[in-house]
């Protein structure tokens, strides 16, 4: 039985090498907007890492980096808002 891709597995590059030293995983931060996830820093201490799962469609997924430089659970709600916001001043512009 093949072994289903975990999201660290999804991730470019870039977001794998961001992550080292952080949770793989994350926990889920806002699913109603889209897939987001904050990864803590392995023992608490410093910064953590925002992500987003992208829906590539046909059943591909990509993980990618919102933000290295998030304090908390808290504040990655404020960075997802954020991100979200510039993403609709993107479409409006195009």
Known sequence: ?????????????????????HDPNGTLVDDDRG?????????GHGQGVVT???D????DHVLDT??????GLDD???????HLEEMACLVVRW
């Open 1 to 21: 039985m093949p072994r289903l891709a975990s999201r660290f597995d999804l991730a470019y590059p870039h977001t794998k090498r961001g992550l080292v030293g």
């Open 35 to 43: 897939a987001f996830y904050f990864h803590e820093k392995i023992g």
């Open 52 to 54: 987003r799962l992208w």
């Open 56 to 59: 590539l469609g046909e059943g």
């Open 66 to 71: 919102i933000s290295t430089d998030c304090r």
């Open 76 to 82: 990655a709600f404020a960075v997802v808002d954020e």
